[in-house]
């Protein structure tokens, strides 16, 4: 998300620290800011939101209430563009603004996947270019300006956080908005172009004759606003974030308005935004503003949380006072009642991740800062560990083959065929696998192609993964080689080895002086070529010898030690048959660049009195 410093400084009436600061208490309070950049006399962050604040953060003013957090500045006004637009152009004082004049709007809602819509007609309104400081706003963080109305809308969205959409009043069949499902054979032509086959798992907004939008992610182009609009509907409301996600992913559209209503944007936050959008559109278009159709059938109750300080303090291993953590609840403007150290706090609407104790604990030590905690181990004795049944399965019957012999792998969960099935997947393959066996027998017939890369004789692997199915998931363990691969249940295995046994409980991992240390090497895109060398030479030689010959005349091609792989003596003498592999990693080896290499080493060979057989 870029945010914009002097657009930031808009919320507050004292000066902000420097970028530099603000970023840098960001960075320890709340979220990474990947990049601060400098466009003409603005600052602009590019901070990386985290999913779990995406509904309250994707916005200037929810980085701004971080910022009024993390430095103890007070928000002068509950959005900033008021100040901003009082201080470029005087406010036109807005006539019946609370008493507005009756709306022939009608909307009906007929999917509960709409949590809410609010819509306002504004009629007479002048379409045209932006002003200035509106448009160097919007360039500030990257959007093209496109006419005022939609620029008011994008405007407000980046301030706020909330989707606005306008359609065309006098493109629309009759004065009705209805939010309802998609027909099958009905089709929309979005803003940009592309044209949508509509169904009935797609949630749209139709007029009384056809569509004109899909829900919470794209317009249509049958009520655009152009420069010839005259009358308008202002449309802010709230989607299930779910259906949202579903439907962006099914037809591959991905919007700002996506990314804010697929993470749980309260409803509560219409009624902000649409005096917002109505003053702004008010102030820059002129018109006559009617009144507000707000349909919420079901209002969303306010959360109330628990906590204490001692359980904070519990599983911080902290010592904070009330007093701190009253100066925490103060910072993020909560309102709660104390007694005895026991807090009962009211979670505001915009902060849907705050759902338990733990997460206000949380809260807790990222504003008071993370450097507050000593660095202190837990305490564990036998009596106080807690075995996790499924990792235990998991740990015994992994230890288990590896103790025989068997290497691991992680094969693809997405298949062709399956019972569950998913949206999309990056495979193309779109079924959770039934079983893991499948992907363990490609496995095997890859590895077999390279076992010389792997030093190997043979390939013995095995995976421990979830298999899926339409009643639940299930934990599963494949193994096998290239003639047999077995499928079974994790507890059934255990059941087979007797590995729950006393006598096989205790696991022990291995010692720091019993692994080597080995350093990995990136392989090669490249095919390899490996020759087979089988040479006789007297018992008494020394095979490091011929070893080092492989590796003196190989030169950089030959990537590996060379592999020994047979050997067995008769008569006095020993035959050593090594394995060499050759691999560029620039481009595809052939033999006319491998024979004389080999010749080199066959001729070395035979200065020792030695013979390639």
């Known amino acids: 998300m870029k945010i914009s410093y002097n657009w930031l400084q808009n919320y507050f009436e004292e000066k902000l620290p420097r970028p530099e600061e603000i970023s840098e208490g960001i960075i320890f309070h709340s979220f990474e800011v990947d990049e601060i950049e400098k466009i003409k006399d603005d600052t602009v962050f590019d901070i990386k939101i985290l999913p779990d604040r995406a509904h309250d953060c994707l916005s200037h003013w929810g980085i701004a209430k971080e ?11 509950p959005n900033g563009f008021l100040k901003l ?64 109305i939609v620029d008011a809308a994008n405007f407000v969205m980046y301030d706020l956080g909330q989707p606005i959409h306008a359609f065309d009043l006098d493109k629309l069949e009759g004065e009705s908005l209805i939010i309802r499902n998609g027909k ?4 929309l032509t979005t803003l940009d172009k592309k044209e949508i086959n509509l169904d009935d798992s797609i949630l749209i907004i139709a007029d009384e004759k056809s569509p004109l939008a899909i829900a919470g992610i794209k317009g249509g182009t ?59 559109i008010y102030a820059i278009a002129g018109g006559e503003v009617e009144s507000i159709i707000d349909i919420y059938p079901n209002k969303v109750l306010q959360n109330t949380i628990s906590i204490s300080v001692e359980y904070i303090n519990k599983r911080l291993g902290s010592d904070f006072s009330k007093e701190e953590i009253e100066s925490v609840w103060n910072k993020l403007n909560f309102v709660y009642r104390e007694l005895d150290g026991e807090y009962k706090i009211e979670v505001p609407f915009l902060r849907a991740d705050l759902i338990g104790p733990h997460d206000l604990t949380e809260e807790v030590i990222r504003i008071l800062g993370y450097d507050r905690l000593v660095e202190k181990l837990p305490e564990f004795t036998k009596d106080s560990q807690i075995t996790n049944n499924t990792y235990l399965k998991l740990l015994l019957v992994r230890s288990n083959l590896l103790f025989l012999g068997y290497g ?54 095995f995976e421990i993964g979830t298999v899926f199915f339409n009643g639940g998931e299930v934990m599963h363990v494949a193994y096998g080689d290239k003639k047999n691969v077995t499928e079974v249940n994790i507890d059934d295995f255990c059941e087979k080895f007797n590995l729950l046994s006393e006598d096989n409980l205790h696991v022990e991992s291995p010692s720091q002086n019993d692994t080597e240390k080995k350093i ?84 070395k060979i035979s200065s020792y009195g030695w013979e390639v057989r």
Request: glycine share 4%; with cysteine.
């Open 408 to 461: 691991e792998v992680m094969t693809y969960v997405f298949r062709d065929k399956g019972e569950v099935e998913v949206l999309a997947s990056a495979t193309g393959k779109n079924f959770l696998r039934t079983n893991l066996t499948d992907g363990l027998r490609e496995s095997i017939k890859l590895n077999i192609l390279n076992l010389p890369l792997l030093d190997l004789k043979e390939v013995k692997v």
């Open 85 to 148: 637009i009082s201080e470029v152009q005087p406010l036109k004082p807005v006539i019946g603004w609370t008493s507005q004049s009756e709306t022939s709007l009608k909307i009906e809602i007929e999917n509960d996947k709409c949590l809410r819509y609010m819509g306002r007609v504004v009629r007479n309104i002048k379409v045209g270019e932006s002003p200035s400081w509106l448009k160097e706003k919007l360039n500030a963080i990257g959007q093209k300006s496109i006419n005022n």
């Open 222 to 280: 049958k009520a655009e606003v152009d420069l010839n609009t005259k009358n308008i509907v202002i449309e802010v409301a709230n989607f299930d974030a779910t259906t949202t996600r579903k439907t962006a992913k099914k037809i591959n559209i991905q919007t700002d308005a996506v990314k804010r209503y697929e993470h749980g944007i309260t409803p509560e936050l219409c009624p902000i935004v649409m005096d917002s959008i109505s003053e702004i």
């Open 520 to 603: 990995f090497k990136m392989w090669s895109n490249y095919p390899f070529i490996s020759r087979d060398v089988a040479v006789w030479m007297p018992e008494s030689d020394d095979k490091e010898q011929l070893k080092q010959i492989f590796v003196e005349e190989g030169t950089d091609l030959l990537i590996k030690a060379p592999f020994l792989f047979d050997s067995f003596t008769k008569e006095g003498r020993t035959s050593y048959a090594y394995r060499l592999v050759f691999q560029s990693y620039e481009k595809t080896l052939t033999d006319e660049e491998i024979n004389p290499i080999m010749e080199k080493i066959t001729s």
């Open 184 to 187: 099958e054979g009905e089709k």
């Open 67 to 77: 910022v009024s957090m993390i430095f103890n500045m007070k928000i002068s006004s």
